[in-house]
């Protein structure tokens, strides 16, 4: 039961993290084609997924340095 609960978790986290991310990046995207291309198509694009790992970490670091 416990190796089935760990498993599980674990592949959730291998899921969400990287659609997470990719969500983000590809928000940024579009915002930054100010809508003009949309965003089903941004989504299929790669680097979305470094793009939102990149938004992320400035997020973080802002919040560290102005603290």
């Known amino acids: 039961m416990g190796d ?4 599980f978790f674990e592949q959730f986290v291998r899921e969400i993290i990287p659609t997470f ?10 915002i930054l084609y ?3 291309r949309s965003y089903s198509n941004i989504f299929k ?3 979305n997924t470094r ?6 970490i400035i ?3 802002t919040i560290i340095y102005s603290s």
Do not use: C, M, Q, Y
């Not at 089935?4 to 498993?7: M, Q, T, V």
């Not at 793009?51 to 992320?56: C, H, P, R």
């Open 21 to 30: 991310l990719k969500v983000i990046g590809a928000g940024i995207k579009w």
């Open 51 to 56: 793009i939102g790992l990149g938004i992320i």
């Open 34 to 36: 100010l809508g003009k």
């Open 4 to 7: 089935f609960l760990i498993e």
């Open 59 to 61: 997020v973080i670091s």
């Open 45 to 47: 694009e790669e680097w």
